[in-house]
């Protein structure tokens, strides 16, 4: 069965319910009511709901889909928008435990589907009204994947300069004192415009153009290094690097010259090591990264937890510090998967001696829970955005007094 209850303001987002149980499309209709939302429509099947997804009216814009269904399922129903090209939310809605229905909700992203979140039968009407605050015209449509660039073209964006140094703030979470930024590469296109390194760094990776590239965007962070320690700026500078750097002596001979050059004081110079690829040969990296060491760079484990960047490389490389990927900080406090691992990652940076960050800290309360949990550095959004070098004294200006606002509440 379906019905429509009564439409109202043009903002209000138009939701569809599915669920097998009419007892909870009523309860749902109800409590979605309460809070003003009717333009709902309730459907007790799936192919009744992918009906009204497919039909020419009004495209929906936020379905709460039940997952345990006879017949088609909830991840079924998914593949179904899929095919329909359904571009609005979804909200999962279970009696199933938190990890199933966490792993529900990462394979409906994957779908490139953008989920809200999840609710757990019986539904509290708090989480209900949560979840459907964080719904905002316009916000549905995730970012698609971006195709990569052609290797031919990156070839000829490095050795034309086309590349450009943005650089994320990374500040103490006691004092909110700025320590450094990040070094991130992006492609300054003269046709398409700014293009975000996850469309070519894995194409120069893969095309022998990696060492050039990490060549350019060092020569140039160091070089802007000397002109903040110059403008009486003590920020240390972090660059990201891959595997395939190192694994000959070249880049450490290269990384010495440079900030012998550039007068910048190696201590100061933080090498992330992120890697994207199984590491090919341990000895020949080990002995590039002690060498590093040794001349008194530090290293950086970056997106810690993902990938390859785990515990046997904590156990076997010199790193000085820990960055616990984004993955693992973003709405930590009130999920029980993600809190742990982020405490496990700040626990075992402490224990070895290694300066913790944390990367993606997006809101207030990212920030509050990573000083509650004695996390040393964040970086993120809620702090300051990857921006060109020119911007970063205005950023300064206003991150003073809102430093203080964020620590005194
Ligand atoms: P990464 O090293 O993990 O860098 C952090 C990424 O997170 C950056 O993406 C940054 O813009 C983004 N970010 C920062 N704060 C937030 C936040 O609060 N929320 C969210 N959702 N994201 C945030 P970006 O600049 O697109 O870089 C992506 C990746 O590309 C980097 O990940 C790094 O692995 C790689 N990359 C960037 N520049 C270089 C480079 O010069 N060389 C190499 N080898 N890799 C680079
Ligand atoms: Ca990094
Ligand atoms: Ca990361």
């Not at 509650?372 to 060109?388: K, V």
């Amino acid at each position: 069965m379906t019905f429509d209850s009564t439409v109202v303001g043009e903002s209000s987002p138009r939701i569809l319910i599915l669920d097998d149980e009419l007892f909870m499309l009523k309860l749902l209709n109800h409590m979605l009511g309460m809070r003003g939302y009717t333009n709902v429509t309730v459907c007790e099947g799936a192919r009744l709901a992918l009906g009204k997804v497919g039909d020419h009216g009004a495209p929906i814009d936020l379905i709460l889909c039940d997952l345990n269904m006879p017949d088609i399922d909830g991840l079924e129903f998914v593949r179904g928008l899929v095919d329909r090209q359904y571009k609005g939310s979804v909200v999962l809605v279970s009696g199933a435990d938190e990890r199933v229905l966490q792993a529900a909700a990462t394979l409906v992203r994957a779908h490139s589907i953008s989920v809200l979140g999840y609710l757990r039968k019986p539904v509290s009407p708090q989480a209900l009204t949560d979840l459907l605050g964080k719904w905002t015209r316009g916000s549905e449509r995730p970012g698609r994947n971006q195709p990569l660039r052609d290797p031919q073209e990156v070839r000829f964006a490095i050795a034309s300069g086309e590349l450009v140094n943005y650089y994320q703030p990374k500040v103490d979470l006691v004092n909110g004192h700025v320590v450094g930024v990040e070094t991130l590469v992006r492609w300054e296109h003269p046709r398409d415009g700014i293009i975000m390194p996850d469309q070519f760094i894995c194409v120069a990776e893969e095309h022998g153009l990696i060492g050039d590239l990490t060549r350019a965007v060092t020569r140039e962070a160091l070089n802007q290094s000397r002109s903040w320690v110059d403008a009486g700026l003590n920020f240390e500078v972090a660059i990201n690097v891959s595997m395939d750097n190192l694994t000959s002596r070249d880049f450490s001979d290269f990384l010495v010259r440079q900030t012998a050059l550039e007068r910048v004081d190696p201590r100061s110079v933080v090498v992330e090591v992120t890697e994207s690829r199984l590491m090919q040969d341990l000895r020949a990296t080990l002995e590039v990264l002690t060498r590093l060491r040794l001349k008194g760079f530090r290293l950086s484990i970056d997106d810690f937890g993902t990938g390859h960047s785990s515990l046997a490389q904590l156990r076997d490389l010199p790193f000085t510090e820990l960055k616990v990927d984004r993955g693992f900080v973003r709405g930590a406090r009130d999920n029980q998967i993600i809190r742990p691992i982020l405490e496990g990652s700040v626990g075992i940076a402490r224990r070895l001696g290694l300066q913790s960050v944390a990367e993606g800290v997006e809101t207030e309360e990212d920030w509050h829970l990573l000083r509650e949990l004695g996390c040393d550095l964040a970086q993120g959004y809620c702090i300051g955005r990857p921006m060109p070098s020119q911007e970063l004294q205005d950023w300064l200006d206003s991150w003073r007094s809102r430093s203080v606002a964020l620590l005194a509440s």
